[in-house]
């Protein structure tokens, strides 16, 4: 098998000929070129081509975030909105003036509505770019106040999305058999998730999510039909599986929030994916053990960027039986054993001895790296990883 039918296999829940394993590689490409550290025989290669000198399936969710940008991709970040080459969508702010200037490390947008001004401004700086950082850091949010919600949302309102099904097929064929490339849809699953994450600091969200609920409310409906939009394009491309909504964790996303804010839209964009014909992925890094009862009613196919123990409460094990039969992890290696510093060699061979004793046939899996190939990773260690993938053999899943 490739390993792109290997892993489509894995999330179908088919028998493969080994498990896959798709580390994430471009935080650790990314903080060796910065630092003049990348060795030779990875220079110049994209994700997918350090993946063929490693011998492993290429991690391909997303985009390629290796590759170089045009600055202007940023210019809407501050929305939660970005940009990429490689991304079955466009996103263009329509019939608004706007302003964008990039000098060295900064970006900052000025854009101007009926209800008033909104700016926001981002970072980038070397010292980011030496530790894997590929994306520009929010320094000045777009909401500072109650008073900002209706030109944001009327921002919204003029964001135009523009399907680039082509731009995807190019990935796609860049990637080739060398792994299994996700198209892009939302990097937040739902518009009061987008408010959360990007537009505004999460403290601020907190006193305003008790104390100005109907502001956020109304905002957020305004921001609906571009999510709307949003998914449709990104289900306009070719790809089997599309990504939708990121970073869920039991205090940011506690369980009452994710069920009435989150839960919904995954139960829609999961809907609208199988409808298409595809199945869906999202992105469950960070701690889960109190949301795991709530992520199977939701409907998608795949928890990617499985954190467990040491990083979180609960191990791999415990994370596949709350997700219970049908939904396929990717990731169960934590970043932090790749880390002599932080887990000695006996450890880590301790470590493995234990995961792989635990997964019993291997079913519904795809190990990687949660959430990244962390800069000082002893590579070597990827090697011992594979090596055990090879010792395990081929996954017959269990009769359903």
Avoid at 61 to 75: E, H, K, L, N, W
Avoid at 181 to 191: E, K, M, R, Y
Avoid at 256 to 279: S, T, V
Wanted: hydrophobic share 40%.
């Amino acid at each position: 098998m490739t390993h792109r039918e290997r892993m489509l296999a894995a999330i179908r829940g088919e028998p493969t000929d080994r498990l896959p394993w798709a580390p994430r590689m471009d935080l650790w490409c990314i903080a060796h070129r910065a630092r003049g550290t990348l060795p030779r025989k990875f220079q110049g290669l994209d994700t997918a081509g350090i993946a063929d000198v490693l011998g492993v399936a290429c991690h391909a969710v997303r985009a390629d975030f290796t590759v170089a940008r045009d600055p202007r991709d940023f210019m809407l970040r501050g929305l939660g909105i970005e940009n990429h080459p490689d991304a079955p969508y466009r996103v263009e702010l329509r019939g608004l003036r706007m302003e964008f200037s990039h000098e060295d490390e900064s970006y900052r947008t000025r854009i101007w509505t009926s209800a008033g001004e909104v700016s926001f401004s981002l970072v980038h700086t070397a010292e980011m770019k030496r530790e894997g950082i590929s994306i520009p850091f929010v320094q000045e949010f777009a909401i500072r106040s109650v008073d900002d919600c209706d030109a944001v949302a009327e921002i919204f309102e003029h964001l135009a999305v523009v399907p680039t099904p082509d731009a995807y097929a190019a990935f796609r064929r860049r990637i080739g058999d060398r792994g299994l490339a996700v198209a892009n849809g939302s990097l937040v699953a739902s518009p009061m998730h987008g408010i959360l994450h990007d537009l505004m600091p999460p403290e601020q969200f907190f006193y305003m999510y008790a104390d100005e609920r109907d502001a956020l409310t109304r905002l957020a409906r305004r921001m609906e039909p571009w999510y709307d939009r949003a998914l449709a394009a990104s289900l306009r491309c070719e790809a089997e599986v599309v990504y939708w909504g990121a970073n869920y964790d039991q205090n940011l996303t506690w369980p009452a929030f994710f069920l009435a804010e989150i839960a919904p839209w995954l139960q829609r964009a999961a809907g609208c994916a199988h409808a298409a014909g595809k199945l869906l992925l999202t992105h469950t890094d960070g701690e889960n053990q109190k949301l795991l009862p709530l992520f199977p009613p939701c409907g998608f196919d795949v928890a990617e960027s499985v954190c467990p123990q040491p990083m979180t409460r609960c191990s791999l094990r415990e994370v596949r039986s709350g997700l219970g039969p049908r939904i396929t992890v990717w990731g169960g290696i934590p970043s932090v054993a790749l880390l002599p510093g932080q887990m000695d060699d006996r450890a880590f061979g301790s470590y493995l001895d234990d995961l792989f004793a635990g997964l019993g046939p291997g079913e519904r899996l795809i190990l990687g790296v949660s959430d990244n190939v962390p800069p000082d990773a002893d590579l070597a260690r990827l090697d011992r990883i594979k090596e055990r993938v090879e010792a395990f053999g081929p996954v017959h899943p269990p009769a359903s």
